[in-house]
């Protein structure tokens, strides 16, 4: 079996990506209309929960769980952006050219469709805002958010401010596993892991302590030492991967750095199996039609989905007042629901038209790197 992961594309994972971006979506659903929930059931180890109320809402958060999907992101941002380094270092050789190309590009794929996303939020604003409740939007709300300087409106915006200050990380890790092998990559780990308690070794960059560790075994799920190991990835390898991702953090304390680690490496797993297996029941659900195109389209998905979230939930506030008070769980996963229905649409629209033409603009800024790309 062919697992040299640095040099494939894994339609498995675009499915992956798809699951957890509707994750969060869900997540955020199920939370907005009993907010409580967050201290007495999500963060709460499972051995606390003491009805089946609690008990429902507890395996449905983990189930639908955002802290998890991003976790999961910023993995497979590890892996394939190392990746994407690997073959560009193998093709040009010069790891300067290879960065400059590297750091353009990333600003060019994130940027267009945050900006197209809060450019939607503003629209939105102006359209409905007074009308029900709506977060509001003005320039400085815009910029900041846009930019990414300062997330603002747009909660969930902060794993992309943490995507940017991980790109020279992740890079600097690719070039010392090439230069001083496997074994230095591993010590990188340790540091990422130390900076959860020690925030000072990445410089207090918001948010970056806790889950550099997460692009750093990314990282390590790619390399070619990886994909020398002897190991037959079965179907029920993936399945266990998936089960103890998604269950096993809610079994401590949320405040544990053991919880945060464990999953971590268990977010590794779920990757490393999901690129390896090539057959059974996940492996055909994740590169099923449906689930690859919202992989397509998840970037954007996670994006705009949430200021249609904060529509959606502004217009059944205004009409079902009372009802979205009295069952809080059904209003939630209705929201949620009928979100990601007016999202899908938009997303495939903003994927094709602005995250391509992201993609293509990289391309042409990094025109200068062509000729190097030739000669090696």
């Given amino acids: 079996m062919n697992r040299d992961f640095s040099n494939r594309h894994v339609a498995a994972l675009d499915g992956l990506r798809g699951c957890a971006a509707l994750a969060v979506t869900f997540f955020h659903g199920i939370l907005h209309y009993n907010v409580g929930l967050v201290g007495s059931v999500l963060y709460a180890p499972v051995i606390t929960i003491s009805n089946w109320s609690d008990a429902l809402n507890k395996a449905l958060l983990a189930v639908f769980n955002g802290d998890s999907a991003v976790l999961l992101f910023f993995v497979l941002s590890g892996y394939v952006l190392s990746g994407s380094i690997e073959r560009n270092l193998n093709k040009v050789g010069n790891a300067w050219v290879v960065s400059a190309d590297f750091f353009i590009k990333r600003c060019t794929r994130i940027y267009p469709a945050m900006i197209g996303c809060m450019l939607l939020y503003w629209v939105i604003f102006l359209m409905v805002g007074g009308k029900i409740e709506y977060p509001a939007v003005n320039f400085e709300v815009f910029w900041k958010s846009a930019s990414?300087?300062?997330?603002?409106?747009?909660?969930?915006?902060?794993?992309?401010?943490?995507?940017?200050?991980?790109?020279?990380?992740?890079?600097?890790?690719?070039?010392?596993?090439?230069?001083?092998?496997?074994?230095?990559?591993?010590?990188?780990?340790?540091?990422?892991?130390?900076?959860?308690d020690y925030p000072v070794l990445v410089g207090y960059l918001n948010n970056l302590w806790p889950y550099l560790l997460?692009?750093?075994?990314?990282?390590?799920?790619?390399?070619?030492?990886?994909?020398?190991?002897k190991f037959e990835v079965k179907p029920w390898?993936?399945?266990?991967?998936?089960?103890?991702?998604?269950?096993?953090?809610?079994?401590?304390?949320?405040?544990?750095?053991?919880?945060?680690?464990?999953?971590?490496?268990?977010?590794?797993?779920?990757?490393?199996?999901?690129?390896?297996?090539?057959?059974?029941?996940?492996h055909r659900f994740l590169v099923s039609a449906p689930v690859l195109f919202m992989g397509r389209i998840s970037y954007s998905f996670y994006l705009i989905n949430v200021p249609i979230l904060y529509l959606v939930w502004g217009g059944m506030s205004k009409v079902y007042p009372l009802q979205v008070v009295a069952y809080p769980l059904v209003a939630g996963l209705g929201s949620a629901f009928i979100s990601t229905a007016i999202?899908?649409?938009?997303?495939?629209?903003?994927?094709?038209?602005?995250?391509?033409?992201?993609?293509?603009?990289?391309?042409?800024?990094?025109?200068?790197?062509?000729?190097?790309?030739q000669s090696a």
Avoid at 174 to 188: D, E, P, S, T, Y
Avoid at 351 to 360: A, D, H, P, Q, V
């Fill in 148 to 196: 990414l300087y300062e997330p603002t409106i747009h909660g969930p915006s902060w794993s992309l401010q943490v995507e940017m200050f991980a790109a020279p990380f992740v890079l600097l890790f690719v070039l010392l596993r090439r230069k001083f092998g496997f074994f230095a990559l591993i010590l990188a780990a340790c540091y990422a892991t130390f900076a959860i």
């Fill in 214 to 229: 997460a692009f750093a075994i990314g990282v390590g799920v790619a390399s070619p030492q990886i994909s020398e190991i």
């Fill in 237 to 282: 390898h993936l399945a266990v991967a998936i089960f103890a991702f998604v269950f096993a953090r809610h079994c401590v304390p949320r405040a544990g750095v053991s919880g945060l680690v464990a999953q971590s490496i268990l977010g590794g797993m779920v990757v490393y199996t999901a690129a390896s297996v090539r057959r059974g029941l996940i």
């Fill in 343 to 373: 999202t899908i649409p938009i997303s495939a629209f903003s994927e094709k038209y602005i995250e391509r033409l992201g993609i293509s603009l990289g391309k042409l800024l990094t025109f200068w790197s062509i000729p190097a790309r």
